[in-house]
């Protein structure tokens, strides 16, 4: 066996060897990711359930309670009623929003 072909072989066991532990590597963290995700998932379809439904009350409770105030009292005073109340409820979604899923809330999305 000349020379080049034995460098050129012990250049390719080494190569193999390196393959094979970065395989390795990538199967351990591999393993590790996966169980990760798997234990923040079922969380964040908890706190993802909770979060739509908390958007759909808000857009009914926004719809259906100013709109009484407009079919009880068909006057302005009905729709200033309506606006104030629109405004006040609309604020306080927001910030309960906020503090629940906002930037440091309790179930803020953890990148």
Not at 71 to 93: C, D, H, M, N
Request: proline share 3%; with cysteine.
């Amino acid at each position: 066996m000349s020379p080049l072909s034995r460098e050129i072989n012990e250049a390719g066991e080494k190569l193999g060897a390196r393959l094979t532990a970065g395989e390795e590597a990538l199967r351990r963290i591999g393993k590790r990711r996966a169980q990760s995700i798997r234990n923040n998932t079922k969380r964040s379809l908890w706190q993802e359930l909770f979060r739509v439904l908390f958007i759909t009350l808000c857009i009914l409770v926004d719809g259906l309670l100013p709109f009484e105030f407009v079919v009880k009292e068909r006057t302005p005073i009905g729709f200033a009623l309506t606006a104030a109340s629109l405004a006040v409820l609309v604020a306080s979604q927001i910030l309960a929003y906020s503090r629940i899923w906002g930037k440091n809330g309790c179930w803020r999305i953890k990148a």
